[in-house]
């Protein structure tokens, strides 16, 4: 199994252009999340999904988009990207439930903003 | 709103030291408890879990059990290793089953 897919690895972007993350997953996982990594602040939670259609905002959705069309695919859309969106960004997925078990990561990407 | 805290890092330790990493929770109901590990330049791994109270975790010689009492899901193992060496997160998935909240993370260097 291939797992989570994340692509790119890395990406740097001007202030003020867009792109989208791309995150895939062969498991038929329910769940799929995307965080974010800083240094010193652990892994913050951007947005999640409980399945196809479904979407809801996490800790710190400004300047995020997703959506998610298939239970494979859970796109992060960067809007107009700022310096402040520099990070590694990670997506995860897991089964759906209390007792479901702890979240398969991706690889991340990498993302700089100049 | 759910929380984790996590010693601060870095725990420097030499080859076969004893290992503890303390983490302590804020949540509502009874919620899952998890330490993944992260190695440079890797996502995260899932290392452990425990889903209810009492139940310990275990895995590649690292240890933690589910303390309701002092709301705590503290890490050890007997004797570390070179290649243990990475940043260990504690976690918790609330009792609603969807949001998984992050510790800030301790960097382990263990010594040759």
């Known amino acids: 199994n291939a797992g989570v897919t994340q692509t790119p690895k890395f990406q740097v972007l001007k202030t003020g252009q867009s792109m989208t993350l791309q995150c895939a997953q062969d498991?038929?996982?329910?769940?799929m999340s995307w965080y974010r990594q800083d240094p010193g602040m652990g892994l913050r939670l951007i947005h999640y999904?409980?399945?196809?259609?479904?979407?809801d905002q996490g800790e710190v959705p400004n300047g995020y988009n997703v959506s998610r069309s298939t239970t494979e695919d859970f796109p992060l859309r960067l809007l107009s990207a700022a310096p402040s969106q520099t990070s590694v960004y990670f997506c995860?997925?897991?089964?759906?439930?209390?007792?479901?078990?702890?979240?398969?990561f991706g690889s991340g990407t990498r993302l700089t903003v100049v | 709103g759910d929380s984790v805290t996590q010693m601060e890092g870095p725990v420097t330790l030499s080859e076969e030291a004893f290992l503890t990493i303390n983490c302590t929770y804020t949540?509502?109901?009874?919620?899952?408890l998890f330490w993944y590990v992260q190695y440079p330049g890797e996502g995260l791994q899932l290392l452990l879990k425990?889903?209810?109270?009492?139940d310990k975790g275990s895995n590649k010689g690292f240890e933690a059990t589910y303390r309701k009492e002092t709301t705590s899901f503290h890490l050890e193992k007997g004797s570390v290793q070179v290649s243990d060496s990475a940043v260990y997160f504690c976690?918790?998935?609330?009792?609603?089953?969807?949001?998984?909240?992050f510790g800030a993370g301790t960097r382990l260097f263990v010594k040759a």
């Open positions: 995860a997925s897991s089964y759906k439930g209390q007792g479901a078990g702890g979240y398969t």
């Open positions: 498991m038929n996982h329910e769940y």
């Open positions: 999904s409980v399945g196809a259609g479904i979407t």
């Open positions: 949540a509502t109901g009874y919620p899952s």
């Open positions: 425990a889903t209810k109270a009492d």
């Open positions: 976690a918790l998935r609330g009792t609603g089953g969807f949001k998984t909240i």
